[in-house]
């Protein structure tokens, strides 16, 4: 693919922000989309976050602003998690307020898995978003309403992209994503299961780690996919 561009725009969830690999906060430099922007010498930028849905990803992108110049990577996620806006303000784990939330199962968030925010998922019950969650996920759990949404969300993204006549890469997250037209696999397998499948170093979390972002680069690079 041969394009202009001057910056490397990723969103996506975890894998794309870079958890675990020890410079997350705000994003790393070490994610496979951080290590094109190095190859191609450009700016770089990211709009993915922990445990975020497929609604939230596309919404980071819609309030991203100016997509000028951007040659934009978006690794989707497990089209289980499901992204809405609250009526209400919440703090997150970093004390700033917002409405968004992404429901997932067996969300971490909401079952004290992380220690050091205890704080944060007692807040999360106060405001009942744990009934929320088992609500929505005993009505509307199943995976034609999760592949329906994933699909709205990507397709939205799409229509974006192509009416900015911004560049992009779609990447699946899973392989529940791979036979989606135009979102790419790895080796015809989705991230998560291509660093299984290559037994690569993963975090206590299970995030991959450097190993595993050098290589998709590298593939991506090698297929002029960027």
């Known amino acids: 693919m041969t394009t202009h561009f001057n910056k490397i725009l990723s969103s996506g969830c975890s894998f794309i922000q870079g958890s675990e690999l020890g410079d997350e906060y705000p994003f790393s430099k070490h ?3 951080a290590l094109i922007s190095q190859h191609y010498n450009v700016e770089y930028d990211c709009v993915a976050y922990p445990s975020a849905s497929n609604q939230g990803i596309a919404k980071s992108l819609f309030d991203y602003g100016n997509l000028s110049g951007c040659f934009v990577i978006v690794q989707w996620t497990f089209p289980s998690r ?6 209400y303000p919440f703090k997150n784990k970093h004390g700033q307020d917002q409405r968004w939330f992404d429901l997932a199962p067996n969300n971490w968030d909401l079952i004290n898995h992380f220690n050091e925010y205890r704080e944060y998922t007692e807040q999360l019950k106060n405001l009942e978003i744990d009934k929320l969650h088992d609500m929505v996920y005993r009505h509307a759990g199943n995976d034609d309403n999760f592949m329906f949404y994933t ?9 974006l992209l192509v009416s900015t006549n911004t560049p992009y890469l779609f990447v699946a997250g899973c392989n529940a994503l791979r036979d989606i037209n135009q979102v790419h696999t790895i ?3 989705g991230f998560v299961e291509y660093c299984d499948k290559k037994n690569f170093t993963k975090g206590k979390h299970n995030h991959p780690l ?17």
Request: proline content about 3%; overall charge positive; glycine content about 6%.
């Open 31 to 33: 994610t496979y989309p």
């Open 151 to 159: 699909l709205l969300a990507i397709r939205a993204v799409q229509q």
């Open 82 to 87: 499901l992204g809405l806006q609250l009526s």
């Open 210 to 226: 450097h190993d595993a972002h050098k290589s998709v680069c590298n593939l991506i690079l090698e297929k002029k996919l960027v």
């Open 187 to 189: 080796e015809g397998l």
